[in-house]
Each structure stands twice: as structure tokens, then as C-alpha cells.
């Protein structure tokens, strides 16, 4: 069992930045690729990125490459979401989730986190 806590989430400005956080409990965070996906109001979720168990491979979906960044640190058992200039359309509820197989398809995940509420004004 592993559960999923997001942090980091908030109000900020077009252009701006924001870093998510996603605690892990277990000793086990180390046996699971993470994931970010977003959903926003009206839509369906949808993948952001992802990073394999040891933090070497990273995956992004084309609409956040270049500005954002996935990472993990397996010794304090959380990832990490950079997000750099922030638009208008990444306005969602974004979560974490861990899985031992999957890639960006959200029925390949076993574990979620609750969401947090990124919201970004024009």
C-alpha cells in the first residue's frame, strides 16, 4: 500500500512558477515509477509526466516540455513537479500517482494522491 499527499499547489500570475510536492509513505516508493497527471473542470485527466523508479528517465507530455520538470528523491520518498512558466490552460487539479508498470494512461496507476488546485490567472 502506498499513499500519495500533494502540496505545493496555489494562485499564481501568468509566466509564473510553482513547485508541487507528493510525499510517499512505505518503504516501498523506490519499487514504483511516479506520474503527474491533471484534470481540469469539465475535462477528463489527463498525463503530465512521468519518472521511472530511479529518477534516470523522465517523460513529459508535449504541451509542458521545456517548461516543466519531474523529480524524484528516493531517500525522502516524494517527487517533485517544477513548473515554470506557468499558462493560463495548466489551470487544473493536479495529482501524483505511483504505479509498477505503467506509463501515461491513468487506468495503469494503482495509487493517487488527493489533488492540489493550480490555478493560473491571465
Known amino acids: 500500500q502506498v499513499q500519495l499527499v500533494e502540496s505545493g499547489g496555489g494562485l499564481v500570475q501568468t509566466g509564473g512558477s510553482l513547485r508541487l510536492s507528493c510525499a510517499a509513505s512505505?518503504?516501498?516508493?523506490?519499487?514504483?515509477?511516479m506520474g503527474w497527471f491533471r484534470q481540469a473542470p469539465g475535462k477528463e485527466r489527463e498525463f503530465v509526466a512521468r519518472?521511472?523508479?530511479?529518477?534516470?528517465?523522465?517523460y513529459y507530455t508535449d504541451s509542458v516540455k521545456g517548461r516543466f520538470t519531474i523529480a524524484r528523491d528516493n531517500a525522502k520518498n516524494t517527487v517533485y513537479l517544477q513548473m515554470n512558466s506557468l499558462k493560463p490552460e495548466d489551470t487544473a487539479v493536479y495529482y501524483c500517482?505511483?504505479?509498477?508498470?505503467?506509463?501515461?494512461?491513468?487506468?495503469?496507476?494503482?495509487?493517487w494522491g488527493q489533488g492540489t488546485q493550480v490555478t493560473v490567472s491571465s
Open positions: 519518472i521511472n523508479r530511479s529518477g534516470g528517465s523522465t
Open positions: 500517482a505511483a504505479s509498477r508498470y505503467g506509463f501515461q494512461l491513468p487506468r495503469e496507476y494503482e495509487y
Open positions: 512505505g518503504r516501498t516508493f523506490s519499487s514504483y515509477a
